[in-house]
């Protein structure tokens, strides 16, 4: 009889055991679920960038809703996104310098100046509107 009861009685450490493997998988599952959503955005680029970006003035995108991170994204990711998913001229320095849109180059956020966004660090929302637009002209 004492096989029997010992059988049902599983060990503390059979008991931690299974607890870590439950733990690893719903980690498992949280972060492939995190990696699978997507924020979708409009994105245009007026005023001459538009020909950075294969002549094209609007572009519909679903985003990673998160960063390499796990925060947030904002639009400082969608502007590393843009440049390493969408750009295809290789002249970023006319989009980007040092991290971030270049100076001359206004950014709207849902139709709104993104200085009085956060600028960069403004998080992402489902349907947001980016707008790029050159005041740079040659002449």
Known sequence: MPYYRE???????EINNYKVQ?????????STAQSQETVT?????????????????KHVLSIPAR???????NV?????YLCEHLMKDTRKEFF???GTVRPGILVLINDADWEL???DRYELQQGD??????TLHGG
């Open 7 to 13: 059988s049902l009685n599983p060990t503390l450490f």
């Open 22 to 30: 439950m733990m690893a998988n719903i980690d498992k599952d949280r």
């Open 41 to 57: 955005i409009t994105v245009e680029f007026t005023g001459g960038l538009e020909m950075l970006f294969s002549n094209q003035r």
């Open 67 to 73: 960063d390499n991170h796990g925060n947030a994204s």
């Open 76 to 80: 400082a990711f969608a502007i590393t």
């Open 96 to 98: 980007i310098l040092d």
């Open 117 to 119: 966004e956060g600028e």
């Open 129 to 134: 509107n980016l707008l790029f637009v050159s």
